[in-house]
T-cell receptor, first 122, second 112 residues
Framework: GAVVSQHPSWVICKSGTSVKIECRSL??????MFWYRQFPKQSLMLMAT?????????EQGVEKDKFLINHASLTLSTLTVTSAHPEDSSFYIC??????????????????FGPGTRLTVL | GESVGLHLPTLSVQEGDNSIINCAYS??????FIWYKQESGKGPQFIID?????DKRQGQRVTVLLNKTVKHLSLQIAATQPGDSAVYFC???????????FGPGTRLSVLP
């Protein structure tokens, strides 16, 4: 259980185009999903927290108009990189929190990660 | 705070030896800690977790130790195997548990 998928796994695009990345929780409901960015040989950097049915919360320094996040359902969140440039090339990883419905949030609700999406902007 | 722009430290161990990967955390209010394993080109994979009311937890071949006094977390891997080669991240809850703060990561290399 607790499987998170991402699509696509790798995308190459031209500078100036927009790219959409999907994150799905396959066997559980995720009221909260997280989007991370990871450069080579570096740790994960949280970009934003996505709550189903509400606006995403962006970390300091992350442009919300450039990285559009939509969390329209309990199993799907999307990240759209708008007007992508070569410096946006990175490994984008989502995670979802497995939270049983009907109970209060607990700090031990574990995050499960997707396999990541490699974005290369030419 | 968030890990930024750090090159990964590397731990090299002989196959069959035990590995110990260390992590220092910063938030004394953190109450939940997780170890993740990340193989090249893949997303992080959950290994083991521990709550702040515990100081030790064991899984299959892995043990996590928590020392709240010095804000230190360690992951012990018994009888390290080639398949254990990966980058290992510790994470702690911050901000009322809504998001996790990741450590810089340690690359584990298993030598034949």
């Amino acid at each position: 259980g607790a499987v998170v998928s991402q699509h696509p796994s790798w995308v190459i695009c031209k500078s100036g185009t927009s790219v959409k990345i999907e994150c799905r929780s396959l066997d559980f409901q995720a009221t909260t999903m997280f989007w991370y960015r990871q450069f080579p040989k570096q740790s994960l950097m949280l970009m934003a927290t996505s709550n189903e049915g509400s606006k995403a919360t962006y970390e300091q320094g992350v442009e919300k108009d450039k990285f559009l996040i939509n969390h329209a359902s309990l199993t799907l969140s999307t990240l759209t990189v708008t007007s992508a440039h070569p410096e946006d090339s990175s490994f984008y990883i989502c995670s979802a929190r497995d939270r049983a419905s009907g109970r209060a949030f607990r700090s031990t609700d574990t995050q499960y990660f997707g396999p990541g999406t490699r974005l290369t902007v030419l | 705070g968030e890990s930024v722009g750090l090159h990964l430290p590397t731990l090299s161990v002989q196959e069959g030896d035990n590995s110990i990967i260390n992590c220092a955390y910063s938030n004394s209010a953190s109450d939940y800690f997780i170890w993740y394993k990340q193989e090249s080109g893949k997303g992080p994979q959950f290994i083991i977790d521990i709550r702040s009311n515990m100081d030790k937890r064991q899984g299959q071949r892995v043990t996590v130790l928590l020392n709240k006094t010095v804000k230190h977390l360690s992951l012990q891997i018994a009888a390290t195997q080639p398949g254990d080669s990966a980058v290992y991240f510790c994470a702690e809850t911050g901000n009322y548990g809504q998001n996790f703060v990741f450590g810089p990561g340690t690359r584990l290399s298993v030598l034949p």
